[in-house]
């Protein structure tokens, strides 16, 4: 295992972590029996097998499977809490209140406190909002998430699925305000969807933003599991028992890509997850890459992708094949910019 700073902080992150969204839950619940339901045994598996591997990154949040997968995760690390750097999120609806959801001082403090608890940890890592809330103002949040750091409770503050406008904006009220800020950002970056490199990723690179991925298959879109147009024979798939499909994939436009990606895991002889996770971590600005497993197999072979960099040749025939179309303003910015220059003379 390899570690990358995570943005601008001295902290090591692995450059692959685990993402605990599989853990606990129902089986026959409509969204956390398609995601994993895995019991507190399952889990322990997996959480063993990371950890073995050199994973000190695992991701979490309050609402994943209504608070059991926090309470799996600190059963699991009781006893070896220190080895083990934990995000967790909060902002997403954990009760039927009116005020049991936002950004807002109240729900934040009170959503950290019961992450501690299910944690059984004094402190949370990295303490992330998990999407914006448009109602509540970004002072108010910034001002809760500060005094949560200044209290010892959080280490480091994050944000998940925020534009670059807002994170940049978020940035300049913490500065302005000598408030602590922050120092990552989860997204979703895949073959399949390479919206953030548009505006994004270009944020993250100039203010030194850590960025973790999730999602990196596509919700196993790019596992080989679906043919071209969009049906698998995996019934057990998230995405084939789930009725919410995120991210959202055009199989039409999809199929070439995952035809690439089946062509070089055949060349390289490794496998379809392999080959789309080891594009990410050579991607720029990509910290750590998350991975959500059901079975210590699949685990151990996403961990693979560390061990099999892709050569150049493959990297670019996947980087051309998932190409995005270019967007406004950015080919107009890279227009101006390739003209950048003095005017020869004469």
């Keep these: 295992m390899r570690y990358r700073t995570l943005g601008r902080t001295g902290l090591w992150v692995s450059e692959v972590s685990l993402g ?18 895995l019991d507190v045994t399952q889990s322990r598996r997996l959480v063993d097998e990371a950890l073995d591997a050199g994973v000190n990154l695992i991701d979490t949040a309050d609402v994943y499977a209504d608070g059991e997968s926090e309470a799996h995760l600190g059963e699991i690390l009781e006893g070896r809490r220190d080895q083990v750097l934990i995000a967790t999120k ?69 944000v998940a699925n925020f534009p670059a406008w807002l994170i940049t904006k978020a ?58 147009e969009g049906r698998t024979g995996d019934a057990s798939s998230r995405r084939a028992r789930s009725e919410q499909a995120i991210p959202p994939v055009d199989p ?34 990509v910290t750590s890459v998350t991975i959500g497993a059901r079975t210590v197999e699949q685990l151990r072979d996403n961990l693979a992708a560390v061990e099999n960099p ?7 025939e996947l980087d051309a094949i998932s190409a995005p179309a270019p967007v406004f303003p950015r080919w107009i910015n890279d227009y101006s910019a390739s003209v950048r220059g003095p005017v020869p003379l004469g």
Excluded: C
């Design 171 to 228: 940035l300049g009220i913490s500065a302005l305000k000598q408030l602590n800020g922050f120092v990552a950002l989860q997204a979703h970056y895949s073959l399949l969807v390479r919206d953030l490199e548009a505006e994004i990723l270009p944020m993250v690179e100039s203010e030194n933003i850590g960025l973790t991925v999730w999602g990196p298959l596509a919700a196993g879109y790019l596992t080989g599991k679906f043919d071209a």
């Design 310 to 316: 892709l050569a150049e040749k493959d990297l670019a």
């Design 20 to 37: 605990a969204m599989t853990f606990g839950g129902a089986a026959d619940h409509p969204v956390w029996g398609a995601v994993g339901a």
């Design 90 to 158: 909060a902002m997403a609806r954990s009760g039927p209140g009116p005020n049991d959801l936002g950004a807002t001082r109240v729900h934040l403090l009170r959503s950290i406190e019961k992450s501690l608890s299910r944690l059984r940890t004094d402190h949370i890592d990295l303490f992330q909002l998990h999407n914006f809330d448009p109602v509540t103002p970004l002072e108010e949040t910034l001002g809760a998430l500060d005094d949560a750091v200044r209290q010892g409770k959080v280490r480091h503050l994050g």
């Design 252 to 285: 039409s436009a999809a199929a070439p890509i995952v035809h690439v990606v089946r062509e070089v895991a055949e060349r390289t002889g490794t496998s379809m997850p392999q080959v789309a996770l080891a594009w990410l971590l050579a991607r720029p600005a």
